[in-house]
């Protein structure tokens, strides 16, 4: 037990001098102060200053380090999935219960988040590294030397139905004249650069960020000849957050105010019709919650006297406040809400800091791999929430989906940058099991995008 506190507050240690050396080199950033007041304590252990974009990919390693240390799961800590359906999963896939839940769009009652990878080798490729110049070195994994290009011959098939590939021509005419923001952590901007890719084809879109904040974490993008913009807002916890610091509670632990949607995002939203809500992550941290302006409780903060409050239960509290204020934005006539699924990461061998990483080449058939441990966690808090907000859409005739995508990366170790991508130098030699290679699995999630977006018909739920 001794061991293992010890290996969290020295996983934690790394992860603070990573989100510092951030909040050094963004000097314009909102959400700068409170990165650099949250690491304070370690200020003058960095003392080189790499290039922002390059230490910005230190950030989800950071997730996994917090992943790593955390404690395991205690499942009296949330509570019962009764809003789930269908208990009987077939025994050779134990999490089948937990997607019996996932939406059904379209006529043909097709759940397109449930299906397999089917092996296409002739299946063209929607762009490379070299037609879509927004692929970031941290997702480039061709350029820095992937070896094998059979990750990029699977299509996902859903059970019983055709996924159409993505038609950027299409996207773009549903969306013309519309805005669409990515709120959650860097998965939701590995999203839209995925995105951005796929639409480049018809469009050469235009970085407009600089118009809005030199910040890295939040980019525009802007499609010219169909006036659509693109958005990511990083907020990894999606709520507000201070230093924990205060006089009261312990350095480097930040809190998250539970009842308050951050506003780095937040006061932004309501120009926006649609918006794409994830996280989940960076919920490892050692966190203190707050909700009324009264403490909860906290998890992972190493208090022997704080009342422990599970992390997932906290998640889903952190969700349900973004997702109202998200669904009370001002433009959202016709506007839609997504809440895309958790996106699993698969190191083997190992985690990132002793030689862990994702050599596969291939994906897994669905009974290889279930969905279990914490990934079911972040899962079930999202679809549960979803549902509560989906009663509430209903309701007032606002519209939520959602966008199941953890099936089927759940089944894509082979998907992610592994050693193939840019780190910074302290890195090197680390694997990024986390993000996904772009091109890639990830463009999927596009596609199923489109999929919901077109279908017009609302959610239903399988039986
Ligand atoms: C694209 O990948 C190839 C290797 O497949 C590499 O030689 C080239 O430099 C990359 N180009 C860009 C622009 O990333
Ligand atoms: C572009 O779209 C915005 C809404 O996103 C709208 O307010 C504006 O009038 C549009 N501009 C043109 C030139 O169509
Ligand atoms: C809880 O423990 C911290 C130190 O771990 C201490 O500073 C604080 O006063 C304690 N609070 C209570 C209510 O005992």
Not at 29 to 36: K, N, S
Not at 257 to 265: A, C, I, Q, V, Y
Not at 302 to 308: D, L, M, V
Request: charged share 25%.
């Amino acid at each position: 037990m001794h061991a293992k506190k010890l290996r969290s507050s020295r996983l934690h240690e790394h992860c603070t001098v990573y989100t510092m050396k951030v909040a050094l080199s963004e000097h314009h950033g909102g959400d700068e102060d409170e990165l650099r007041q949250s690491a304070a304590v370690n200020f003058k252990r960095v003392a080189t200053i790499a290039p922002a974009a390059i230490l910005l990919a230190a950030i989800p390693l950071c997730l996994l380090l917090l992943l790593l240390a955390s404690s395991p799961v205690q499942p009296q800590d949330y509570p019962a999935v009764q809003a789930m359906g269908d208990q009987n999963g077939s025994p050779e896939e134990p999490g089948a219960a937990a997607w019996a839940a996932v939406p059904v769009a379209g006529e043909k009652k097709c759940d397109v988040f449930r299906g397999k990878w089917v092996y296409r080798p002739d299946a063209p490729a929607y762009y490379t590294n070299e037609t879509c110049h927004a692929i970031s070195d941290q997702q480039n994994c061709m350029k820095f030397g992937r070896p094998d290009a059979e990750f990029l011959k699977w299509r996902w098939e859903p059970d019983g139905c055709k996924l159409p590939w993505f038609a950027a021509a299409e996207f773009m005419e549903t969306t013309r004249g519309k805005s669409i923001a990515f709120v959650g952590d860097s998965l939701g901007r590995n999203h839209m650069q995925s995105l951005l890719c796929l639409l480049s084809s018809v469009d050469e879109p235009e970085d407009i960020s600089l118009r809005y904040t030199t910040d890295y974490n939040f980019k525009r993008w802007y499609f010219p000849n169909h006036n659509l913009t693109l958005a990511t807002f990083w907020a990894p916890f999606l709520v507000r957050t201070t230093d924990a610091r205060g006089g009261q509670t312990l350095e480097g632990i930040l809190t998250l105010h539970l009842d308050e949607p951050h506003p780095s995002w937040s006061a932004e939203i309501g120009a926006f019709h649609h918006v794409i809500v994830s996280a989940g992550q960076w919920f490892y941290r050692p966190l203190i919650y707050y909700r009324n302006g009264r403490l909860l409780g906290c998890s992972a903060c190493g208090r022997e006297n704080a009342t422990e409050v599970s992390r997932f239960q906290a998640y889903r509290m952190a969700l349900r406040t973004a997702l109202k204020a998200v669904m009370e934005r001002k433009d959202r006539e016709g506007g839609i809400t997504f809440l895309r699924t958790f996106s699993p990461a698969h190191f083997e061998d190992g985690d990132w800091t002793d030689g862990g990483s994702c050599p596969r080449t291939r994906p897994l058939a669905s009974h290889e791999k279930k969905l279990e441990g914490d990934d079911l966690e972040f899962y079930l808090a999202q679809v549960e929430e979803f549902l509560e907000a989906e009663r509430r859409a209903r309701e007032v005739g606002l519209k939520i989906r959602l966008l199941g995508t953890t099936r089927a990366m759940l089944l894509r170790p082979d998907g992610h940058p592994n050693r193939q991508c840019n780190w910074p130098r302290s890195n090197v030699g680390r694997a990024d099991c986390v993000h996904w290679c772009l091109p890639g699995p990830i463009d999927t999630w596009n596609e199923l995008l489109l999929y919901v977006m077109k279908s017009d018909r609302g959610v239903k739920f399988a039986q």
